[in-house]
């Protein structure tokens, strides 16, 4: 079945590192990817959606300067943060759904990048 | 703009028996797709099952099923002979079908499931 694939799926760093983290989709094309972040028990709040060939949509609230979005091409998209400091310490988790299957489609996860911020 | 509500934090039941975890949803739009989606400690996303609007039917998986009542707007999960895997943090999801979207999710806010053995 379709798989997504994120790297990395833990990383550590000090406060002021960029850290990207890398979303593809194995075996489909995936014109839209969707970028998430997810507190402790809390629910996954949706950053902003990836298009292929052109600029990510931000959800409103999310920096764009602060998250950098890039899809490059239809199996890969990033998301790069930025200057990162404690506070971006979160769960962020990639998905992406075949649109050539139909809009019946469901979307796929990654299995997620737990950042911590020191 | 469509929400989720799942008003149930925390859940329990006990190992063989049924529960049923309840969601809610606010929408305008008379065509789209309701999902519920399985998060255990691993943190990884699992679909559990999914509903289509225009159909009237309720969806099973297995022990899963649904009750979807579209004029309530009532999308509740029903989980039979519950087992101690089913033990995770469960979302239910709306998703918009008309043309031009962008097949972004919107989720509640979780509901915690613990199976007692």
């Known amino acids: 079945g379709a798989v997504v694939s994120q790297h990395p799926s833990r990383v550590i760093c000090k406060s002021g590192t960029s850290v990207k983290i890398e979303c593809r989709s194995l075996?489909?094309?995936?014109?839209?990817m969707f970028w998430y972040r997810q507190f402790p028990k809390q629910s996954l709040m949706l950053m902003a959606t990836?298009?292929?060939?052109?600029?990510?949509?931000?959800e409103q609230g999310v920096e764009k300067d602060k998250f950098l979005i890039n899809h490059a091409s239809l199996t890969l998209s990033t998301l790069t943060v930025t200057s990162a400091h404690p506070e971006d310490s979160s769960f962020y988790i990639c998905?992406?759904?075949?649109?050539?299957?139909?809009?019946?489609?469901?979307?796929?996860f990654g299995d997620g990048t737990r950042l911590s911020i020191l | 703009a469509q929400t989720v509500t799942q008003s149930q934090p925390e859940m329990s039941v006990q190992e063989a028996e049924t529960v049923t975890l309840s969601c809610t949803y606010d929408?305008?739009?008379?065509?789209?797709?309701l999902f519920w989606y399985k998060q255990p400690p691993s943190r990884q996303m699992i679909l559990v099952i999914r509903?289509?609007?225009?159909?009237?039917q309720n969806a099973t998986e297995n022990r899963f099923s649904v009750n979807f009542q579209k004029a309530a707007k009532s999308f509740s999960l029903k989980i039979s002979d519950s087992q101690l895997g089913d033990a995770a943090m469960y979302f239910c999801?709306?998703?918009?079908?008309?043309?031009?979207?962008?097949?972004?999710?919107?989720f509640g806010q979780g509901t915690t499931l613990q199976v007692k053995p």
């Open positions: 998905s992406a759904r075949d649109f050539q299957g139909g809009s019946n489609q469901p979307q796929h």
């Open positions: 075996d489909f094309q995936a014109t839209t």
């Open positions: 990836s298009n292929e060939g052109s600029k990510a949509t931000y």
């Open positions: 929408t305008s739009e008379s065509d789209y797709y």
């Open positions: 509903q289509e609007a225009y159909k009237q």
């Open positions: 999801a709306y998703r918009s079908r008309g043309s031009g979207n962008t097949g972004k999710l919107i």
